[in-house]
Structures are given as structure tokens and as C-alpha cells.
């Protein structure tokens, strides 16, 4: 069984040629200088526009570096200058793009620029890198090296996992191709999730399968829950030296035709006897990934609910808290040679004992931090 469970935009990459008001960017230069005090970002809120301002700017002259949250995009921001028009770039998050897809995403970088008072005329915009990907449910899969067949000009990077036991070797990933270039690449999602921590992909994947009338994946069942992604990735050189790709409107004419060429070059096969590994027959695989490729590439987006996603990130952060609190407890517990802190029935007293000695000891200290972790968490709690 072969069945895609999501189909989308992964990556993008823009500057434009616009600058931001005086005004955002002293604000701005206040925030850097406080996040480079504390080490911690600090959040600014410009004319209903929020953002965690970082303690430091991005290579490229851009002075500024501040987050939109995990369903929004990192912007970097040059001081404004009239001699150098272009002062915004703009890296679009991939759970932007899954949730609202490549025109939902459009009107949300303009609806900012707007708020921030950096408007832009149209086709003042050069776009960096785009990646699309597709996620695939195959149980069984396995993934072999060997069976690509490319042109003698792509480089490849082949990653090799050990299984837990030790015993085989299993290939969790291939890349081929260099950015700024063109890549490819084939890897198990499922691995990378768990490993990361991304739990809201299991509801984005179980939306897309519920939208299909097919019913959900399971974590817990490796075999069957498989995944494995194919991303297709267009840098600035080939968008732009190769393929003239620099507005939205190139994009929207050319990028079809991009991703069929480099799928073309770069193909997974079905060895055969043929010493001539070019006439080998194309994997079923690749036959769906150029297939789904050649369709709605601009209005691919998910069947999941941004709230829905953003209550499983707060849960996982919820429950990495805990983690740390109980961590925390036990080295309580022991310091104070009293295992009876630490134990399932007195765990929440003792940490409710501590908050209260804190609370009576210092509370505005404690209602500062409180203040710093809704700054911080207020993207996923909103």
C-alpha cells in the first residue's frame, strides 16, 4: 500500500524591496539590546503585530532577526537606509505553509509588511528557494541508494542509520544535489518527527487520512505507520540563473515545469539487467511523486486546524515542563535526603510547597518569570 497523506509547499525563501519605519526599527534595536542581556528573546508587540525580537541580526547586513511563532516565518530586517532598497527577507516556516498553504501564506506576509508599515509596489520581491514536499504511508518500505539513477553532475550524501539492535544497517535518508542548487530529498519522516519532537504532524497526516474517509495512523504501530518524505528543493541559482524565476508571477508560470525537470534528472529506479542504468524502469514511487508534481502546486495545504495544531505544540511543551519539574523534584528530594518529596502521592505538595515558598520569599521575582513565560509561550497560547 502507497498512500499520500500530505502534499505541500516546505520551505520559501523571499527578500523584498521594501524597509521598515524609523520608528520599528528603534524599537527593534531596544528589544536586541534587552535579548542580548538577558539571552532571551523578547517579545514586541508593533500596531498588533507580534514578534520575538532575537539578540542578534543574520548575515547579509539585516540588523534585525525576529519570530512569528511555529506557524509563521523568521524575518530579518535591515536598519532603513534609501540607498539599499532591499531591507526585508522573509523564511516562511513549513508549518506555515502545511496549514495555509503557499496563498494563504501570501496574504499573511502581506497583511505584516502592512501592519509594520512596509508595504512594497507589486513585483518588488525576489524569491530565494522554494521546497515542495509529499509524505508518503508505504508499511515495508526501504529505501536503496544504489537504485538512484542522476546525472554524473549531481553529488550525493547518503545517511546510514543503524537499527536499535544493531544487527542490520537500515538508509533512513538520501540527499542528492547541492543548494543553492537543485535537491532532492527521500528520508523517513516518521523517524524525524519522533526525534524532534513534532508531534503536530501526526495530526496533519491523520486530518489529510479523515478528509479520505481512511482512518488514522497509529505511533505507537512502527510497521504500520510508516512515512517517508520526498522534498523537492529549488535554490536561488537554479530559480534564478537557470530558470529566470524571481517574481511570484515567474513562479506561478515556471515551477511546475522546474520540479518536472528535476525529477526527470534525478530518478528512483527498478534495477534491471540493463547495463545502461538510464533505460531502467521508474519505481512506482517516483512514477506518483511526478504524477502528484504535475497538480495544484499552489494551492496545496492541509486538512488540519491551526488551533488544533497549536493545542498539541502546547501540550508537547506542557509535558516537557513536566518532565523537568519532576527531574527537578527528585534532585530536591534526594539533596534533602527525602525520598518521600519526590514520591507519586507528595510530588504535586512539594511542588506546590516550593512555588509557595518562592510566592513568599520574592513575589515579584516570581511574577517576573511568570510574565517572561507567557511572553515566551504567547504564540501557542493564544
Request: hydrophobic fraction near 35%.
Amino acid at each position: 500500500m502507497m498512500k499520500l497523506i500530505h502534499k505541500g509547499f516546505d520551505g520559501l525563501d523571499i527578500a523584498f524591496q521594501s524597509r521598515i519605519p524609523e520608528e520599528l526599527a528603534a524599537l527593534l534595536e531596544t528589544a536586541k539590546e534587552e535579548a542580548a542581556a538577558s539571552h532571551e528573546t523578547q517579545l514586541l508587540d508593533y500596531n498588533g503585530a507580534l514578534m520575538h525580537v532575537a539578540e542578534s541580526g543574520a548575515q547579509g547586513g539585516y540588523a534585525y532577526r525576529v519570530d512569528t511563532g511555529p506557524d509563521g516565518e523568521t524575518w530579518f530586517f535591515r536598519k532603513p537606509n534609501p540607498r539599499d532598497p532591499w531591507g526585508i527577507r522573509v523564511s516562511v516556516k513549513s508549518l506555515s505553509l502545511a496549514l495555509y498553504g503557499l496563498g494563504g501564506v501570501r496574504t499573511r506576509l502581506f497583511d505584516f509588511m502592512e501592519v509594520i508599515g512596509a508595504p512594497y509596489p507589486d513585483g518588488a520581491e525576489s524569491i530565494g528557494r522554494v521546497d515542495c514536499c509529499l509524505d508518503f504511508l508505504i508499511p515495508g518500505f526501504q529505501l536503496f541508494p544504489e537504485h538512484f539513477v542522476m546525472h554524473s553532475r549531481c553529488s550525493r550524501i547518503d545517511n546510514h542509520e543503524m537499527e536499535v539492535h544493531g544487527r542490520s544497517g537500515r538508509v533512513t535518508g538520501v540527499r542528492i544535489g547541492k543548494m543553492p542548487g537543485r535537491q532532492i530529498a527521500i528520508y523517513d519522516k516518521r523517524a524525524d518527527v519522533i526525534a524532534k519532537r513534532k508531534a503536530e504532524w501526526w495530526e496533519i497526516w491523520n486530518a489529510n487520512l479523515k478528509a479520505d474517509g481512511l482512518p488514522p495512523i497509529d505511533p505507537q504501530d512502527r510497521d504500520a505507520s510508516q512515512v517517508w518524505r520526498v522534498e523537492c528543493r529549488a535554490g536561488k541559482k537554479l530559480l534564478k540563473d537557470r530558470w529566470d524565476i524571481r517574481k511570484w508571477t515567474d513562479l506561478d508560470d515556471k515551477l511546475g515545469d522546474l520540479m518536472q525537470e528535476t525529477l526527470s534528472a534525478i530518478r528512483y529506479c527498478i534495477p534491471s539487467s540493463d547495463t545502461n542504468r538510464a533505460r531502467w524502469p521508474i519505481d512506482p514511487l517516483w512514477d506518483r511523486v511526478q504524477h502528484e508534481m504535475r497538480f495544484d502546486l499552489f494551492e496545496m495545504s492541509c486538512n488540519a486546524s491551526p488551533s488544533a495544531v497549536k493545542e498539541i505544540i502546547r501540550h508537547e511543551h506542557a509535558e516537557m515542563l513536566g518532565r523537568q519539574i519532576t527531574g527537578l523534584s527528585a534532585s530536591y528530594a534526594a539533596i534533602l535526603e527525602d525520598r518521600r518529596a519526590a514520591s507519586p502521592e507528595t510530588l504535586p505538595e512539594t511542588v506546590q510547597k516550593l512555588v509557595y515558598e518562592s510566592l513568599c520569599r520574592d513575589t515579584e521575582y516570581f511574577y517576573s518569570k511568570l510574565k517572561k513565560a507567557e511572553r515566551r509561550y504567547v504564540f501557542i497560547s493564544r
